[in-house]
């Protein structure tokens, strides 16, 4: 199975500030990688895909970046609507498999 | 139309099956794979399988073989994820997404079954 991590665990940040998320495959798999929001009570939200693809309705601060084992998920400017927890889920092969999330905090 | 709704909440018994059920909108059900990914509290996310509703097919998870199965009503455009011989370390939220091609990944999410595994 293909192993993705993510770092950090947890970030503190404050409204208008950029992050940078990033997320590492065991393996080579492409640009075959997903970011997706998780809110409490809510279902997760896909909001990249094929590592770089923005989806509909997401908000241009949101990009992704990255192809082979190494990606990166940037949130510019971020919003108050922006603190959740973000994932990243590898399709490159079967299983797919996700990281172990990025909890995104006010500081 | 919600592109997935999933069915309600339940306890089960330890060793009893349970059936969770995704109704998905028409486009959704002829258009997309549905997956099954799990999610124990606190816990990463697991990956159960998929079923193709137009045909049928299904793949599943190597850990969840033999105690998964996965099935649809194509009258109603809904599938099923029915899990056997159930303990407590199955509980969690389940959820089903859909996929339009396998390698583009997960799409669109329903909210999710919790699942509770108590005597």
């Known amino acids: 199975d293909i192993q993705m991590t993510q770092s950090p665990s947890s970030v503190s940040a404050s409204v208008g500030d950029r992050v940078t998320i990033t997320c590492r495959a065991s393996?080579?798999?492409?640009?075959?990688l997903v970011w997706f929001q998780q809110k409490p009570g809510k279902a997760p939200e896909v909001l990249i895909s094929v590592a770089s693809r923005l989806q509909n309705g997401v908000p241009s601060r949101f990009s992704g970046s990255g192809s082979g084992t190494d990606f990166t998920l940037t949130i510019s400017n971020l919003q108050p609507e922006d603190f959740a927890t973000y994932y990243c889920?590898?399709?490159?092969?079967?299983?797919?498999?996700f990281g172990q999330g990025t909890r995104l905090d006010i500081k | 139309q919600v592109p997935l709704e999933e069915s309600g909440a339940e306890v089960v018994k330890p060793g009893a099956s349970v059936k969770v059920s995704c109704k998905a909108s028409?486009?959704?059900?002829?258009?997309?794979?549905i997956y099954w990914v799990r999610q124990a509290a606190g816990q990463g996310f697991e990956y159960m399988g998929w079923?193709?509703?137009?045909?049928?097919?299904?793949n599943y998870a190597q850990q969840f073989r033999g105690r998964v199965t996965m099935t649809r009503d194509t009258s109603i455009n809904t599938v099923y994820m029915e899990l056997s011989e159930l303990k407590s370390n199955d509980t969690a939220l389940y959820y089903c997404a859909r996929v339009e091609r396998h390698f583009y990944g997960l799409d669109v999410w329903g909210r999710g079954t919790a699942i509770t595994v108590s005597s």
């Open positions: 889920q590898q399709s490159a092969s079967f299983p797919i498999t």
């Open positions: 393996q080579d798999i492409s640009s075959w």
């Open positions: 079923i193709n509703p137009n045909s049928g097919g299904t």
């Open positions: 028409r486009d959704t059900f002829t258009g997309y794979y």
